[in-house]
C-alpha cells in the first residue's frame, strides 16, 4: 500500500500495528489484502466502509477472535497471536451484536467481565464506569429489561471493566436514536481524554466526521486511504457556489457551456462546481462572463462537500 501516513505519525507511537496482513477463508475468499495500518496512541480513528469491505474482519484479528493468514498484528507491543493474553488484556471490544446474559443483572455482568481478565474486584471503578455511562441507576435491573440504547451501554461498560488501553467500537450507535448517540460521541470523547485509543467503525459518516481524528477507508479488503480528517476535507472536497438567478434561464448559455455548471430544472439555481485547493476558482471570471451574457443573480452561497459525498466518490471508484 502506498505510504499515505502524514510525516507526523511516525513520530508519534502506534499503539496498534498491522504489517502486511492478510485473511483468506478456506473457500478462497479473501477477507483482506495486504493491509497496513498504524494506529496512534490516543487518537480516534474511524474505519469506514461498505458493507463486506473487511472491517469487522480486520477488528477480530485483531482481538483474537479470528485467525490470520498472513502478517502481523501487535497491541500495545505485543503480538496479538504470540502473545496473545497480553495483547488481548490491553483491549476492550464492543461488538455490533448485543450479546449478554438477559438475566443476570448490570452490576454482575459488568464485574463478572472484569474478572474474566484476571483482574481483582474493584467496586469504584465498576461505580465510575456505570455512572460515566448513565448505567448506575439500573445497576440491579436484569439486562432483558433494558431498552436497546441501554444494553448497547452495557456492553461499553464490559468493554472497559478490566481499563483496556484501547477501545474497539463497531457500529456503536446502530439502532441508536440521535440524543442517544451524542451521548455516546460525549462519552468516547470523555475516554480518549483519559487516555484510551478508541477505533470506530461506522455507517453514519457525521460520527466519523463529528469524532474522529483520522479515518480510513477499506474497500475490498484493502486499505485505499488513511488521512486526517481535516487533511481529507482539504484536498478531496469541492466546493460549490450557488446563484439565485433573477430570472429563469432556459439553458445554460453556449458560451458558459464548458464550465463547470449545472442549471435546476427549474431555470432558476446555477450551481457552479469548483476545486477549494485551487489558487485561482475562476469566480471572479464567471460573474464577470455571467453579466457579458445578461445572466443576474439576486444571492449567492458557497458549500463545501460533506465527508459523506467524499467517501461516496472513494468507495465507487
Known amino acids: 500500500m502506498p505510504d499515505h501516513f502524514c510525516p507526523e505519525s511516525k513520530t508519534v507511537q502506534a499503539i496498534i500495528s498491522i504489517k502486511n496482513l492478510t485473511k483468506t477463508y478456506a473457500t478462497g475468499f479473501h477477507a483482506l489484502k495486504n493491509v497496513n495500518l498504524d494506529i496512534r496512541r490516543g487518537e480516534i480513528f474511524a474505519l469506514l466502509g461498505p458493507n463486506g469491505a473487511g472491517k469487522t474482519t480486520l477488528i477480530n484479528i485483531i482481538c483474537g477472535v479470528v485467525n490470520l493468514s498472513e502478517g502481523t498484528v501487535s497491541a500495545d507491543g505485543h503480538d496479538v497471536v504470540g502473545d496473545y493474553r497480553a495483547a488481548r488484556s490491553r483491549i476492550g471490544l464492543v461488538p455490533q451484536e448485543l450479546s449478554t446474559d438477559a438475566f443476570e443483572s448490570v452490576w454482575a455482568t459488568v464485574s463478572f467481565s472484569r474478572g474474566l481478565f484476571g483482574k481483582p474486584a474493584n467496586p469504584a471503578l465498576i461505580e465510575k464506569i456505570l455512572k460515566d455511562l448513565s448505567l448506575w441507576d439500573k445497576k440491579d435491573a436484569k439486562i432483558r429489561t433494558l431498552s436497546g440504547g441501554m444494553k448497547r451501554r452495557v456492553m461499553i461498560a464490559k468493554a472497559l471493566s478490566h481499563e483496556p488501553q484501547i477501545l474497539f467500537l463497531d ?134 462537500s460533506s465527508l459523506e459525498e467524499i467517501f461516496v466518490s472513494l468507495v465507487e471508484a
Open 171 to 304: 457500529e456503536p450507535t446502530a439502532g441508536v436514536d440521535v440524543e442517544l448517540r451524542r451521548d455516546m460521541w460525549n462519552m468516547v470523547r470523555g475516554l480518549r481524554e483519559s487516555g484510551v485509543t478508541i477505533i470506530l467503525t461506522t455507517h453514519y459518516i457525521e460520527e466519523a466526521e463529528e469524532m474522529a481524528d483520522r479515518i480510513g477507508v477499506i474497500r475490498k479488503g484493502e486499505i485505499i486511504l488513511v488521512e486526517e480528517k481535516t487533511v481529507l476535507m482539504e484536498k478531496l472536497g469541492k466546493k460549490q457556489l450557488t446563484l439565485y438567478l433573477q430570472h429563469p434561464l432556459a439553458s445554460i448559455p453556449a458560451g458558459l457551456a464548458n464550465e463547470p455548471l449545472e442549471l435546476s430544472e427549474d431555470g432558476n439555481v446555477l450551481v457552479y462546481t469548483f476545486d477549494a485547493q485551487s489558487q485561482e476558482t475562476g469566480i471572479a471570471d464567471l460573474l464577470r462572463r455571467l453579466s457579458e451574457h445578461g445572466v443576474d443573480f439576486k444571492d449567492l452561497q458557497s458549500s463545501q
